[in-house]
């Protein structure tokens, strides 16, 4: 499952290393090279003209100092190197690397939208001893975003709901999620999406896992609950359809366990489906 490396340690500040390990991205992909998949090396970066200002600290990978940086207009690249997106190096870039990548998007696009305060309008400056934006006017901090979503699998009986969302990156069923709403608790926000999403109300919520999941700065926060009351009832707009998946049935296709909603499923997964 996507998640930091232990061998990772956050920092930010900065720390003297002549060969960095670089995550370089535009309009949220990564740049690489093309043959390995390599990261771009400190002579890369000069060349590509990656103003220091637009360089923020991540910290340390197996004592290696990272940092990610964004470009506001693409650059000519050298031959060899391109843009791809995080989801396509699932499985193809190394799992520690693939994991802070996705942290370094969310710092990059952190950092590029929060160079003015959005309180006045003022410039804003790194906060000293943390990851913060300070006004330079009326004091106003701004930190990483971070959205809480939940997720939860329903089951009754041998049988669990699995639905297919009608904007989700993958067409294939899958665990109810949703994001908080502002004043929600998280078990608060799994009543309501599950009400909202497909007419059921459960109960007995048990906590499964979490997952900082970089799409673009969620929070996953995953459980399961039994079914209480109701029929499954969907919108057809945001949920195209909602079933019970039980021992005799075909379950969804397996994938790898990169998300902790496969995990999830995968978890109450009967043998043989």
Known sequence: MLQTP?????????HPDPEPLSFLLYKGQLLVREEDLALPDAALVERLGMPHA???????LDGRYCRTGWFDAEPALPAGYAWRGLRSLFGALDESLVAVAGRAAQIAEWARTHRFCGA?????????????????????LAYPRIS????????KGDSVLMALHATSAVQR???LAGFL??????EEAVHREVFEEVGLRVHNLRYFASQAWPFPHSLMLAF??????GEISVDGVEILEARWFGPDDAWPERVPQVSISSVLVDAHRPPGR
């Not at 006045?120 to 106003?140: I, W």
């Not at 709403?181 to 998280?186: F, V």
Request: proline share 7%; aromatic share 8%; glycine share 10%.
């Open 6 to 14: 232990a061998s990772f340690t956050s920092s930010f500040v900065p």
């Open 224 to 229: 399961t609950a039994d079914y209480l009351d």
């Open 148 to 155: 809480p979503a939940m997720m939860v699998l329903i089951r």
């Open 181 to 186: 709403e502002a004043g929600d608790s998280i």
């Open 173 to 175: 069923f899958v665990p």
């Open 54 to 60: 637009n360089l923020q600290p991540l910290g340390l």
């Open 120 to 140: 006045c309008g003022s410039g804003t400056t790194l906060a000293a001893g943390e990851r913060c934006f300070k006004c330079v006017n009326c004091g106003h």
